[in-house]
């Protein structure tokens, strides 16, 4: 019964051994904490489920799981060399000018230099111009602020991530 009413890529990633499942999990966000979280909670009949259990996840991460979640991800402009999630989530930066590279190397540096991290933002669909945008608002905001932003940045993320794992044809 399962077979029929689970769709397929997520009745694969419910069957996968604990540490694939694990290193898929880990692959969607580098938190230790949200991994383990949705790897034990394992099987999801939907895929809401899932989605669902990500976001109490990323809701649960206390400031150092934030920071771990952040380490996997690179400057928006800069996707890690190799890393095809990457290039295809920065997609919008790949037709930017010299100029808007420039600029958003010098406003990604600024942002980091202020907050310790780097500026993360759900880059899917979204041009350079407006992650520059983005960027330029942000940067204006309270830590406190900006925590809550990325926190909330790296559920949309989780969740396209997810939505990859689960719904990707085997």
């Not at 540490?19 to 938190?31: D, G, Q, V």
């Not at 976001?55 to 800069?78: C, F, S, V, W, Y």
């Not at 996707?79 to 037709?95: C, F, I, L, V, Y």
């Not at 230099?113 to 759900?122: D, M, R, S, T, Y």
Request: proline share 6%.
């Amino acid at each position: 019964m399962t077979s029929t009413s689970t769709p397929p890529g997520l009745a694969r990633f419910n069957a996968l051994e604990e540490n694939a499942a694990l290193a898929a999990l880990r692959e969607a966000c580098a938190s230790t904490a949200w991994a383990n979280r949705l790897l034990v909670a394992r099987p999801y009949a939907t895929a809401g489920d899932l989605y669902g259990a990500s976001d109490a996840a990323m809701a649960d991460l206390t400031p150092a799981d934030l920071d771990e979640a952040m380490a996997g991800h690179p400057p928006i402009g800069r996707p890690k060399p190799g890393d095809p999630t990457s290039a295809r989530e920065q997609r919008g930066m790949a037709g930017a000018s010299e100029e808007l590279r420039a600029e958003m190397l010098e406003l990604n540096l600024a942002y980091q230099e202020k907050f310790g991290h780097v500026f993360l933002i759900c880059a899917t669909g979204r041009t350079g111009e407006q992650m520059r945008d983005a960027l330029t608002e942000r940067i204006g905001h309270s830590p406190e602020q900006e925590r809550e932003i990325v926190r909330t940045e790296l559920g949309k993320i989780n969740r396209i991530r997810l939505a990859r794992l689960v719904e990707e044809d085997a």
